[in-house]
C-alpha cells in the first residue's frame, strides 16, 4: 500500500480500535491510522466543515467503519461517502459485530467494499484483522481524483 | 274482549232475527184472522148463490168453505198461542161463527128441500145481522191487538237491531283501536330491537377495535422485546471481543514476562549464551515461579472459557429472536417422509448408541417446514443423547388425528426427567438431570416457542429411570394467522 493511503477508523469502542490497530500493525502495515470514535466527528472530519468532501479530494484513504456508533448508524455513514462525489471512490471495509445477514446484504448495496464480522474468539478476531492488514497491503487505493 | 264482543253480536243478531221473526209472525196472524173472514164472507155468499140458484157448483164451495173455518180458527190458535187475549177472543169468535154456519147450514137445508122461500125466510127472520157485527167487532178487536203487539215487536226488533248495530259499530272501532295499538306497539317493539341491534353492532365493531388494538399493542410489545433482545445481545458482544482480546493479549504478555524472569534467572545463574533457547527458559524458572505461571495460566483459562460460554449464549440468544423474527410459511407436508430424513442425518449418532428410531404412520399437516425440521430433530435429537448408558435405545415416533390436530408422540427408553423438572426443561437456559451432554438449555425452550408459533402444544410425560414422551400436539391446517403477520 502506498504511504500516502490514510487508514480512517471509525470505532467508538476503544478497546477494540486499540485491538484493530495492533493486529493491523503487526501485520506489518505502517500507514497512518486516524481514528474516530463517533459518527459526528468523523463526517466532520471526511467532508470538512462545509460538508462537500472538497478538502480530502486530492487524498488517498481508506475507511475502517463500525456500525454501531452512539450517535449514529455505521449505514448512514457509508450511505454519505458513497454519494459524494468526491470520496465516493474510497473503499469502505465494514468491521462490525453484527452478522445479520439484512445488514450484510444492505451494506453491499450501499457500496461498501468488504464487510467483515468482528469474532469473539480473539484468534479469529486477530486473524482476520492480520488478513485484512495483508489485504490493505496489496490493494490498490484509487489515486487522488482531480 | 273481542270474543265478548263477538259473542254479544251474535246474540243480538240472533234476538233480531227472533224479533223478526215475531214480527213476520204477528203479520201471519193477522193475514190469517183476515182469510178466516173472508171464508166466512165466502161460506155465506155461497150458501146464499145455493139458495137463490140451487146450483151444485155453490153448494161444493159452500162445503169447501165451510170446512176449513174451524180448521181456520183451530190454526190461528195454535199460530198465536202464545197470547191468552188472543186465545179468549178465539174462543169468542167461535161462537158466533158456529151460529153463522149453523144458519148456513139451514138455508142449505131449506135448498135442499126444494124449499128455497123458507130458506130465504129462514135467513131474514134470523138475526144475521148481530152474528156478523159480533165476528166484526171481535175480528177488529183480534187485529187491533195483532196491531199492537206488531208496533210492539217491531219496535223491540228495531231497537234490537240498533243494538246489534250499535255493539258491531262499537266492536269495529275496537277492533280497529286494537289493531292501531298493536300495530303501535310493534312499531315501538321494532324500533327497540333496531335500536338494540344497532348498539349491538357497535358493541362488535368496538370489540373489534378493541381486539385489534390490543393485538396491535401485544404484536408491539413483542417486537420490542425481540428488538431489546437482538440489541441487548448484540451490545453484549462489544465488550466480549474486548475482554477475549485483551485476555488473549495479557496471555502474550504472560508468556513475554516469564520469558523475561526466565532468562534473568539463566543470566544469574550461567552465562548468557543459552537464553535464546525456548525450553531451557521455562526450565530455568524456579519453582516457585512455575506455580506462578499455572496460576496465572488457569486464571486465564477460566475467563476464556467464560467468555466462550457467554458467547454461546449471545448467539443462542441473538439466534431466539432471528427465529423469532422468521415468517412461517405453511404448506402441505408428508411428516413421515420428514422425519424420516431427520432420522437419516442422525444416523451415526444413532448407531453410536445402538439406539433404533421407529416411525410409525403418521397424519400429514399443513404447516411451516422448517419449524417442523426444527422441532422433531430437536426432540428425536434429546432422545439420543440422554439415552440410558449401556442399554439399547428405542425411540418410536407415533402420530394420531384429534379434532382438527395432530398429535405427535416422541417417546424413549431413556434415562428419563424427574417430575419436578418437567416445567424447567422448557425454560431457556434450563437443563435437568445429569449434565454429561453438551448444551446450552435453548432446544427446548426453541421447540416450545415454534409449537406454540405454529398454534400447537406440547407437553413430557416422563420419570427418571422409565424413559421420556415427548408430545406435540399441532393442527392439521395451520395458516399464517395474525400472530403470524407482521403489522
Known amino acids: ?146 | 274482549m273481542l270474543v265478548a264482543i263477538s259473542a254479544l253480536s251474535v246474540l243480538l243478531v240472533d234476538r233480531a232475527r227472533e224479533d223478526n221473526d215475531w214480527v213476520v209472525h204477528t203479520v201471519e196472524v193477522e193475514n190469517d184472522i183476515s182469510t178466516l173472514q173472508l171464508r166466512i164472507r165466502t161460506t155465506e155468499s155461497a150458501a146464499r148463490g145455493y139458495l137463490l140458484t140451487e146450483e151444485q157448483r155453490f153448494l161444493d164451495e159452500y162445503l169447501d168453505a165451510s170446512s176449513k173455518v174451524h180448521s181456520g180458527i183451530d190454526a190461528l190458535i195454535k199460530l198465536s198461542g202464545d197470547n191468552p187475549t188472543q186465545i179468549r177472543n178465539f174462543n169468542e169468535i167461535r161462537e158466533p161463527v158456529q151460529a153463522r154456519l149453523d144458519e148456513f147450514e139451514k138455508a142449505i137445508g131449506f135448498a135442499r128441500r126444494r124449499d128455497t122461500a123458507g130458506g130465504i125466510a129462514m135467513l131474514r127472520s134470523s138475526d144475521s145481522g148481530k152474528a156478523t157485527q159480533r165476528i166484526n167487532d171481535i175480528a177488529g178487536r183480534m187485529r187491533a191487538e195483532e196491531e199492537r203487539l206488531f208496533m210492539l215487536r217491531t219496535q223491540t226488533a228495531d231497537r234490537t237491531e240498533r243494538l246489534a248495530s250499535i255493539v258491531t259499530v262499537a266492536g269495529s272501532g275496537l277492533v280497529i283501536l286494537l289493531a292501531g295499538i298493536s300495530i303501535f306497539l310493534l312499531r315501538r317493539s321494532t324500533r327497540a330491537r333496531d335500536a338494540a341491534e344497532a348498539q349491538l353492532r357497535d358493541a362488535n365493531l368496538n370489540l373489534e377495535a378493541t381486539v385489534d388494538e390490543r393485538t396491535a399493542d401485544l404484536r408491539e410489545a413483542n417486537n420490542e422485546i425481540q428488538r431489546f433482545a437482538y440489541i441487548v445481545s448484540h451490545d453484549l458482544r462489544s465488550p466480549l471481543v474486548n475482554i477475549m482480546g485483551f485476555t488473549s493479549e495479557l496471555e502474550e504478555l504472560r508468556t513475554d514476562i516469564f520469558r523475561r524472569i526466565g532468562a534473568l534467572h539463566l543470566a544469574a545463574a550461567q552465562s548468557p549464551v543459552l537464553v535464546d533457547a525456548e525450553n531451557s527458559v521455562e526450565a530455568a524458572l524456579e519453582t516457585e515461579d512455575k506455580q506462578l505461571l499455572d496460576n496465572f495460566s488457569e486464571a486465564l483459562e477460566f475467563i476464556k472459557s467464560s467468555i466462550a460460554k457467554m458467547d454461546r449464549l449471545i448467539s443462542a440468544i441473538l439466534n431466539l429472536t432471528r427465529e423469532g423474527r422468521r415468517e412461517f410459511e405453511p404448506v402441505r407436508i408428508d411428516t413421515r417422509e420428514l422425519i424420516e430424513a431427520i432420522v437419516t442425518t442422525v444416523a451415526h449418532q444413532a448407531s453410536e448408541a445402538e439406539a433404533q428410531i421407529h416411525i410409525e404412520p403418521l397424519p400429514e399437516i399443513t404447516s411451516d417446514r422448517l419449524a417442523l425440521e426444527q422441532i422433531f430433530s430437536n426432540l428425536i435429537d434429546n432422545a439420543l443423547k440422554y439415552l440410558k448408558p449401556g442399554v439399547p435405545g428405542g425411540i418410536s415416533v407415533r402420530g394420531r388425528t384429534k379434532l382438527g390436530f395432530a398429535i405427535f408422540d416422541i417417546s424413549d427408553n431413556g434415562r428419563g426427567i424427574d417430575p419436578k423438572d418437567h416445567q424447567r426443561i422448557f425454560d431457556l437456559f434450563r437443563r435437568a438431570g445429569l449434565q454429561d451432554q453438551p448444551g446450552q438449555g435453548i432446544g427446548l425452550a426453541h421447540v416450545r416457542t415454534l409449537v406454540r408459533r405454529l398454534g400447537g402444544t406440547m407437553s413430557v410425560a416422563s420419570e427418571l429411570d422409565r424413559g421420556s414422551t415427548f408430545t406435540v400436539t399441532l393442527p392439521i391446517n395451520w395458516n399464517a394467522n395474525r400472530r403470524n403477520r407482521e403489522p
Open chain 1, 1 to 146: 500500500m502506498s504511504a500516502a493511503v490514510t487508514i480512517i477508523m471509525i470505532e467508538d469502542d476503544e478497546g477494540h480500535a486499540r485491538l484493530i490497530e495492533r493486529n493491523i500493525r503487526r501485520s506489518g502495515v505502517n500507514n497512518e491510522i486516524v481514528p474516530f470514535t463517533s459518527g459526528t466527528t468523523a463526517l466532520r472530519y471526511l467532508f470538512g466543515n462545509d460538508g462537500s468532501g472538497l478538502e480530502h479530494k486530492g487524498e488517498a484513504l481508506l475507511i475502517l467503519l463500525d456500525l454501531n456508533l452512539p450517535d449514529m448508524g455505521g449505514i448512514e455513514i457509508l450511505q454519505r461517502v458513497k454519494e459524494n462525489k468526491h470520496l465516493k471512490s474510497t473503499p469502505v471495509v465494514v468491521l462490525t459485530t453484527t452478522d445479520d445477514s439484512h445488514e450484510i446484504k444492505r451494506c453491499y448495496e450501499l457500496g461498501c467494499n468488504v464487510y467483515i464480522t468482528k469474532p469473539v474468539n480473539y484468534e479469529s478476531f486477530a486473524n482476520a484483522i492480520r488478513q485484512l492488514g495483508l489485504f490493505f497491503s496489496v490493494i490498490q487505493v484509487p489515486p487522488a481524483a482531480t
